[in-house]
């Protein structure tokens, strides 16, 4: 490990610390033996072929698995020390510090105003022109401001899908999360409107922790500051196939000199 390494560990405190997670899905284990921790203000990036695990690993981050039926989380998941899935944490509150933006675009069924207060409404604040304040400044903070402000009262749905998924961060970020966690936020965007989600990000992560899950290893190696690799392997005690961590560490090192031969193979192109 380098000097600057180093001094970028020091500066930067751990969030999640992932310790033996396995997730399982009634009998079905669906990711094993993952161990990895997550750092402040930075973007780190779930990287592996379909089946690995990535977004099941994302969803134990803010207790989305409690949502399915027969979900069971092992191992110990922390969130500044604390255990995320202790008896006395609430799993809603858990979900308003930790926001999440999905795969696809899915704003409410009503206007660009209503969609970013929608949440701060549902935390109790009422007054007008503090709403008024909270949609600015979360749309101005996705760089959808300029583009919507003189129709803040039309419907969100009549957006283009690159402005829908802004909007969808906007909305995320309106209840002050600490964390933002990204379920493929480009999957269904062209080129150009992907462009713009990454330059959001970059510009998101000086006042948010960002976790991107992404099967798109140039948008990986582009936005994000460390990197996690997993992918699908034999699991002996079910002979089918489950999630597994290869290996984890900062993009720059990860896709130039990887520690793991399955990782420069799928950097590579040679599987996956």
């Given at each position: 490990?380098?000097?600057?390494?180093?001094?970028?560990?020091?500066?930067?405190?751990?969030?999640?610390?992932?310790?033996s997670?396995?997730?399982?899905?009634?009998?079905?284990?669906?990711?094993?033996?993952?161990?990895?921790?997550?750092?402040?203000?930075?973007i780190?990036?779930?990287?592996?072929?379909?089946?690995?695990g990535?977004?099941?690993?994302?969803r134990?981050?803010?207790?989305?698995?409690?949502?399915?039926?027969?979900?069971?989380?092992?191992?110990?998941?922390?969130?500044?020390?604390?255990?995320?899935?202790?008896?006395?944490?609430?799993?809603?509150?858990?979900?308003?510090?930790?926001?999440?933006?999905?795969?696809?675009?899915?704003?409410?069924?009503?206007?660009?105003?209503?969609?970013?207060?929608?949440?701060?409404?549902?935390?109790?604040?009422?007054?007008?022109v503090?709403l008024?304040?909270?949609v600015?400044?979360?749309?101005?903070?996705?760089?959808?401001?300029?583009?919507?402000?003189?129709?803040?009262?039309?419907?969100?749905?009549?957006?283009?899908?690159?402005?829908?998924?802004?909007?969808?961060?906007?909305?995320?970020?309106?209840?002050?999360?600490?964390?933002?966690?990204?379920?493929?936020?480009?999957?269904?965007?062209?080129?150009?409107?992907?462009?713009?989600?990454?330059?959001?990000?970059?510009?998101?992560?000086?006042?948010?922790?960002?976790?991107?899950?992404?099967?798109?290893?140039?948008?990986?190696?582009?936005?994000?500051?460390?990197?996690?690799?997993?992918?699908?392997?034999?699991?002996?005690?079910?002979?089918?196939?489950?999630?597994?961590?290869?290996?984890?560490?900062?993009?720059?090192?990860?896709?130039?000199?990887?520690?793991?031969?399955?990782?420069?193979?799928?950097?590579t192109?040679?599987?996956?």
């Open positions: 490990m380098t000097h600057v390494e180093t001094f970028s560990e020091v500066l930067a405190p751990v969030v999640f610390d992932l310790s997670l396995e997730v399982f899905y009634g009998s079905f284990r669906a990711v094993r033996d993952v161990t990895l921790q997550i750092r402040a203000h930075e780190t990036a779930f990287i592996g072929p379909s089946g690995c990535k977004t099941t690993v994302l134990c981050l803010n207790r989305m698995n409690d949502l399915i039926a027969g979900a069971r989380v092992g191992g110990r998941v922390t969130y500044h020390g604390v255990d995320l899935y202790g008896t006395q944490v609430s799993a809603p509150e858990v979900r308003r510090r930790i926001g999440m933006v999905f795969q696809k675009p899915n704003p409410f069924p009503k206007s660009i105003y209503d969609n970013i207060a929608f949440g701060p409404r549902i935390n109790g604040i009422r007054d007008r503090k008024d304040e909270i600015e400044k979360s749309l101005r903070a996705a760089a959808l401001w300029d583009e919507v402000k003189d129709r803040l009262r039309s419907s969100a749905l009549g957006m283009s899908g690159g402005q829908q998924q802004r909007l969808c961060i906007a909305r995320t970020i309106a209840i002050e999360p600490e964390v933002v966690l990204m379920d493929e936020p480009c999957s269904a965007l062209d080129p150009i409107a992907s462009a713009r989600i990454e330059e959001l990000m970059r510009e998101l992560k000086n006042r948010y922790t960002i976790v991107i899950v992404t099967h798109n290893m140039q948008q990986a190696a582009r936005v994000s500051d460390r990197t996690a690799f997993f992918t699908a392997e034999l699991d002996s005690q079910s002979d089918q196939r489950t999630g597994v961590l290869v290996e984890t560490g900062t993009t720059a090192k990860l896709f130039s000199n990887p520690r793991e031969e399955r990782t420069e193979n799928y950097i192109g040679r599987f996956g």
